[in-house]
């Protein structure tokens, strides 16, 4: 089959890490870190990535580096450091723009950089605090000049839109793809869909990138907002609107960049899409989108021979795209990730004898972390939720290691915000491995929730055994409601 699309990645940033929390690196192993992503990434099967923004074009000089051919990796097309209104979306990486005058010289320092897309913030995006998601950011007016702009350069403009008003004026401006289309409108709630925008859409021929990841599967967003973006996804697609297989990696914690194989399954089921649909939606169809039609996405000649072998038949089984058997980007083979070892074997050979894992520290309560605002949606928007998945992963995994463990749950785990525990505070120097852990220094979620991935899934790092303490507090949860996992059994 022809290799994978991603509309919608990052490839500067690793998600190890918050979005705007990156570690500061040397531009060197900046450029080791990118170009090793983007291997996993070809690996992966992916072949063609869109590359939706970063600092310092970083993300452009891989891309001139894979098509040099110095490295290996997807073809990219990158927009650079995305248009966004002052201390808007994603200002941190250089976009900003107070005026309409300010914001086509972005557009135009973009070119001058020599961008293959433009990306336009045209509302607040969840992982930046005090953005407002619901509202627009630009005036359709400002918009339409910016896509002008952008048009007479030969380039097509991609929106992130949450609020239902951003996707109204992305699309009243001629935005070639609207980004994430959650339809955000009334205090957080998903899918509020617009019916004439979707019209519009559909007769403008604009193509939605939802950016629906493997970790959509814990349902980070809650039920009720998830259950809404299937309903809203189904209705574009009965619009006859194209769908793009889209991960945002880079920008989601705890979701690697190659694992768009599991998030084409996710869109498949929430968009109700036959599995035939949902590869050209990571192919021929994307391609097309993308501009990229003439060059790739279809296994006809004169294309680039970029294709992946899999193991089954991808249409019926999408689970077959986790299985690459051989990749070839420009007819360069290159060889498939394997699937990874067993865990428990690795954990062994790196003689670790005992895991504590506290698991819930991670837990989706709201007012979690350090993002919270005092709108609605932030409350209702678990940003690392997305690490729910893999905590249960965790814990499956460590209850069949045969190894000797420790599960500590402090509150319950659910997407249904069991109660406020407050901040998490260190208890002990040193407990949260290779990170800054001062008694008492107030540390985030997702930093807890990292180092925990670290040691699970990279064990060899660790010193043998790993322990893990923080301790919740405002309020802490009362220790008789701790509990503890022993062979398989609540303890
Ligand atoms: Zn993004």
Redo the contacts with the bound molecule.
Sequence with gaps: MPGLIDA???VEFSERFPLHDQPELSAAQLRQEMAERALRMLRSGITTARD??GRNYAALGLRDAIRKGECLGPRLLCAGQPLTVPRGHCHQWGGEAGSLEEALAVVDRQVENRVDWIKVMATGGMRTPGTNVEEAAFSVHDLKEVVARATAKSLAVAA?AHGAQGVVHAVQAGCRTV?HCTWIAKAGQWGCVDASTVEAMARQGIAVAP?AHANWRSKPMGHRNYTRMCSALQQLRAAGIQLLASS?A??IPGLPHDALHAGIQVLAEMARMTPVEALKAATSASAAVLGLEAECGRLIPRLSADFLVVAGNPTEDLGALGRPALVVVEGRRVEPLAPPPPWPKVARQSRVKKFIYVSAIMANGKNLGDEVTESDVYKNWNNFGSVLEKKLAAEEYIKKSGLDYTIIRPVPMSNDFPRDVGGIYFAKPDSLRLRDSDVGKKISRDDVGLAVLDAIFNPKASRGTFELVGVAGAPPTPRDQWWEVKDGQKA
């Design positions: 919608h990645v990052h939706l923004g992130h980004e950016t945002d880079g920008a």
